[in-house]
């Protein structure tokens, strides 16, 4: 095997060894507790379905992409439940001014905290100090403290209210999981799609192979038949004609490899030169599946119908929120401050205020609370319209995979007969034309049905295939079905 060129494929396959437990990412996926095995044959890489998904989520552009998204998104959530956590904002300046009297320079300093609270109280506590250098009335300073507390009592009260933009932050992080699961699913998807369409061009170009050789054979028996004064030599026309055709089938064969080959190392975002083989055994087993189960497990783990679900809550939430805005401002309100003034020549006083009290605010002929509250009242109706619509849609999908899944397997028991029945029709009717009994257009002509039926059980079966994954995509178990669990 030639080592230019292969050396960077096997650094970039070789993976360690995991847990089946262990969580996965874009660099570090198993299923099984087993790691890829890429197994290298002179010029070609075995790669089998299992491969092909760890190799897929390690390496796949979307995923990595979706990851990258979570680390802004988990920041926003941290962010939004840091809203109760005390805040502290610390400022000054420095000062040089003149008049006509004098010149100064003046410092100032004011760290101020704020809390609030999961109530809706704010607590305010703040310190001033400042400091003056004058050329003739001299130095002199001053600094003071503030305290404040205000608690609303109907716009902004209540915990449900003030913890409002953490449970809204809380559900975005639930649907940005349940998003990331999504593209997860659907590029595992389009892995084993991409990966069995590879399988099926394989077999479809063994086919052609199968064919070109059984019509070569033929034209050999029809030379010995010609030789032996039993066939007219221009019927071998007919047969060398039916090889030239083979001969194009299998280049278009051949072609759809490589076509294949190059979209399934996209997915996997591998060098588009790696000459990878697909090795999966195609094998199929009857899989019975009821529909209202298989709804039920939609319902509890479709990312998308439980996406929908949890806009809806979202949107009550901001319909409460809007109604409260419409409220009078009605708080309790007290405080104390503190001053304390200092001079260059020792006279100095300090000063102390407290007050405790209630404020009130109440908007007139300002109609954008109630538009904001109106706009929420329809956003719930229309949520709860679209809510309805991804159930029956949901409904649908799931009765449409069940049945196609069925429906498929039903095809290919059809196709697997169909074939041995053609299988069997071309050799009685080669063991016919040996014995003068039948013709080379029959022969040709039973040979084209054979290959016919070849390949309508072979896409069959990955259409069979193809149908379970659509199936488990669509009621959200391609992670479980796969053994696989999220780094998030």
């Known amino acids: 095997m030639r080592r230019h060129g292969w050396l960077w494929l096997l650094a970039s396959l070789m993976v360690c060894p995991a847990r089946a437990d262990m969580p996965v990412n874009p660099s570090h996926a198993t299923r099984d507790g087993e790691t890829a095995r890429i197994a290298l044959k002179g010029d070609s890489i075995d790669l089998t379905l299992s491969d092909a998904i760890y190799l897929g989520l390690r390496d796949n552009r979307a995923i990595r992409s979706a990851y990258l998204d979570r680390v802004a998104q988990k920041f926003d959530l941290r962010v939004a439940e840091d809203r109760f956590t005390p805040k502290l904002v610390l400022s000054g300046n420095y000062l040089s001014t003149r008049n006509q009297d004098d010149r100064y320079r003046q410092g100032n300093m004011t760290p101020t905290s704020t809390l609030l609270t999961p109530y809706g109280t704010r607590v305010s506590l703040g310190w001033t100090y ?38 809204l932050a809380q559900m975005t992080e639930q649907i940005n999981r349940l998003n990331l699961k999504s593209t997860v699913s ?33 034209v050999d028996v029809n030379q010995a038949m ?17 090889v030239a055709s083979q001969e194009l089938a299998h280049e278009e064969a051949r072609n759809r490899v490589d076509m294949a080959r190059l979209a399934l190392l996209q997915l996997l975002a591998l060098d588009l030169h790696a000459p990878i083989v697909a090795t999966e055994a195609l094998q199929a087993k009857p899989v019975e599946v009821q529909a209202d189960r298989a709804l039920k497990q939609a319902e509890a783990s479709q990312p998308a119908y439980l996406a929908q679900l949890l806009v809806g809550e979202q949107a009550a939430i901001n319909l409460a929120v809007a109604r409260n805005d419409r409220l009078w401002d009605v708080s309790l309100v007290g405080g104390a401050t503190q001053q304390r003034n200092r001079a260059a020549r020792g006279d100095g006083s300090r000063n102390w205020d407290n007050y405790v009290g209630v404020q009130v605010e109440i908007p007139i002929g300002d109609m ?3 538009q904001a509250e109106v706009q929420a009242q329809v956003n719930v109706k229309n949520q709860q319209i679209q809510l309805a619509e991804a159930h029956q849609q949901l409904d649908r999908d799931v009765t449409n995979a069940v049945r196609d899944m069925g429906t498929r397997w039903r095809q290919f028991e059809i196709a697997q007969r169909a074939r041995d029945l053609s299988r069997r029709k071309v050799e009685i009717e080669r063991e016919k034309l040996t014995a003068g009994r039948s013709s080379n257009f029959q022969v040709l002509s039973f040979e084209n049905d054979l290959r016919n039926a070849e390949n309508a059980r072979l896409n069959a079966l990955i259409s069979y295939l193809n149908a379970q994954a659509g199936l488990d995509q669509t009621l959200g178990t391609t992670l479980q079905s796969w053994d696989i669990s999220l780094n998030d």
Do not use: C, W
């Open 186 to 218: 659907q590029t595992i998807t389009q892995i084993i799609t991409a990966y069995r369409d590879l399988l099926l061009a394989q077999e479809q170009l063994k086919i052609a192979q199968d064919s070109l050789a059984r019509a070569r054979q033929l």
């Open 130 to 167: 400042q400091h003056t250098d004058a050329s003739v009335a001299g130095l002199s300073h001053n600094d003071g403290a503030n305290f404040s507390v205000i608690q609303p009592l109907l716009r902004g009260a209540g915990k449900d209210i003030a913890t409002a933009p953490v449970r």
């Open 368 to 370: 954008t609370a109630r």
């Open 226 to 242: 010609i030789s032996a004064g039993r066939m007219a030599e221009f019927e071998i026309v007919q047969t060398e004609a039916e």
